[in-house]
């Protein structure tokens, strides 16, 4: 299923109503209880909005490794999985181009961390042109016990944050070991505070690791779209330069609308988002996750409130 790449209200609209309207999403919709809505665009977002949250959204606020794990029987675990793969949200892909301006790898657990640093790597090392930086973005979330304990079950040192792992897997991946710049502002709390590393692996480009400040630091961590526009602002964003996001196949979705809403549509670049391929990252290091249902279910939702935000931009 294709995603939207548009930054005009027209092709947005058309491209938005093209995956919240597929077969799959209609599918899991009837699945689950629903009757799907008259109406435009617009009006059935709202409706997949509400719906997902009664019946998708097992964080209800918490952290994703906090998340309850519903039980579904075969009929309904085959829907989910095929209603996935066909949203685009399993299998990766490889780069649309052979070059880009800038190349991003976003945060997230620590074990996703390891792997998308080490797939950028791999990207880079394959021949992947980038003629700006390479940046990989988190925040201060501090890790859970279970990610503690999934990496030190590979063997990996006892981190304890999400930039923290970010920093590790950079020097682990590009055989740098200490930053040639340093920035950054300790403001005494993870929510208002960054920092900036910048390493110069030889032969390739220069690789910063970016920790973001939250954008609603009273309320919450800093989260994906406030790490992108973070960087924008430090790399200085030009019209139509192209940006590669690295992230998992299961996030690509509603990581990718977030840029176009952070990044294409305020800075007029353009977006591609992939997915890290597991067959080139090192299993032995941190083998691939079984991904539940109820994840995938999770992350349409994700993907549906980000198209959402995307649409009422405008």
Known sequence: MALP??????QITAEVWAWVGSASLRG?????????????VTQVLRFLDDFSARHWDFRQGRERPEAREP????????LV?????ALGMVRSAPPARPA?????VLGGLAHACVRRVAYAAHLLRAGLAVDGEVAVLGSFRPLSEWERETLADAGLPADDTEVDVLDTAVRRAFGVAAPAERDGVDAGHPHHSWSSRTYRPAGLPPVRVLAAPSSEPDRRRAHTADTQRFW??????APGDEVLMVTAPIYVPFQHCDA?????RPYGCGIDTVGVDPALTDPAVLPEQTLTPGRYLQEIRSAIRSMRALHDLR
């Open 5 to 10: 790449t548009g930054t005009v209200a027209e």
């Open 28 to 40: 899991l919709v009837r699945h689950f209880g629903g009757d799907w809505p008259a109406g435009d």
């Open 71 to 78: 039980t579904f029987d075969a009929p309904t675990t085959d």
């Open 81 to 85: 999985l095929d209603a996935a793969a």
């Open 100 to 104: 880009y301006a800038h190349l991003v």
């Open 232 to 237: 924008a602002g430090h790399v200085r964003l």
């Open 260 to 264: 176009l809403r952070t990044l294409a």
